[in-house]
């Protein structure tokens, strides 16, 4: 009887495991969007549940450090950290079509400041 004791513990560890499978292989997505405007997208992203972080930043161009005075042939663009359990790709998608125009290449809505 006492060799069956020393199984409890792993076998309470194997049913944890496999009974909560969204807790075991829970992982963290990034995803990199551009919108016109990285603020307005940060902003907007930040408020949805599920998301972590997001950090603004530049995507594509020449420039080795692209600053927001001197980003010519970059785009505006966020990096998403998001819990996939509590959000999917594709609901992460759904907030960003909300936020941006895809048919204007000038900018977003009031945001005209973007070099292209």
Not at 87 to 100: H, K, M
Request: aromatic fraction near 14%; charged fraction near 20%; charge should be negative.
């Amino acid at each position: 009887m006492k060799a069956y004791f020393k199984f409890i513990p792993f076998l309470l560890i194997c049913l944890i495991i496999l009974g909560s499978p969204k807790i075991a292989y829970a992982s963290d997505e990034k995803a990199v969007i551009a919108g016109g405007c990285f603020w307005c997208l940060e902003h907007d992203l930040e408020q949805v549940k599920g998301i972590k972080s997001v950090e603004s930043g530049y995507s594509g161009g020449e420039i080795q450090n692209p600053t927001y005075q001197n980003h010519q042939g970059h785009q505006e663009a966020v990096l998403v950290i998001f819990d996939n359990t509590k959000i999917t790709f594709d609901e992460l998608l759904r907030s960003y079509w909300r936020n941006i125009d895809p048919f204007d290449s000038k900018g977003q809505f009031c945001d005209r400041g973007g070099f292209l």
